[in-house]
């Protein structure tokens, strides 16, 4: 079984930032590529950012050059730098994640998600 928990949103006036982190446990082989969705109300759920092993990234146009996503990998752990939050960026934001729990076997998971609100 493995676990996604993320943590760090929270409320922000329009222009802040936020970090957001998600750590992974459980039996865990290995960690492929790592990534960041968001949900917001009445909306489907849209991929922001992903990370893969290696450290290659890709961003929806909506983020660049505000959002930042980085990992360590020792520390199973994946972070989000957002910067210059719009009340736009109000959503849910989930942490997924492609593992593998041996050299076989890879599934996708998600965490439970953590509410980022921008608004004055």
């Known amino acids: 079984q493995v676990q996604l928990v993320e943590s760090g949103g929270g409320l922000v006036q329009p222009g802040g930032s936020l970090r957001l982190s998600c750590s992974a446990s459980?039996?865990?082989?290995?960690?492929?590529?790592m990534g960041w969705y968001r949900q917001a109300p009445g909306k489907e759920r849209e991929l922001v950012t992903l990370i893969t092993s290696g450290g290659i990234t890709d961003y929806a146009d909506s983020v660049k050059g505000r959002f930042t996503i980085s990992r360590d990998n020792a520390k199973k752990t994946v972070y989000l730098q957002m910067n210059s939050l719009k009340p736009e960026d109000t959503a849910v934001y989930y942490c997924?994640?492609?593992?593998?729990?041996?050299?076989?076997?890879?599934?996708?998971?998600w965490g439970q998600g953590t509410q980022v609100t921008v608004s004055s």
């Open positions: 459980g039996s865990i082989f290995r960690i492929n590529a």
């Open positions: 997924n994640a492609n593992v593998h729990v041996n050299l076989y076997r890879g599934s996708e998971y």
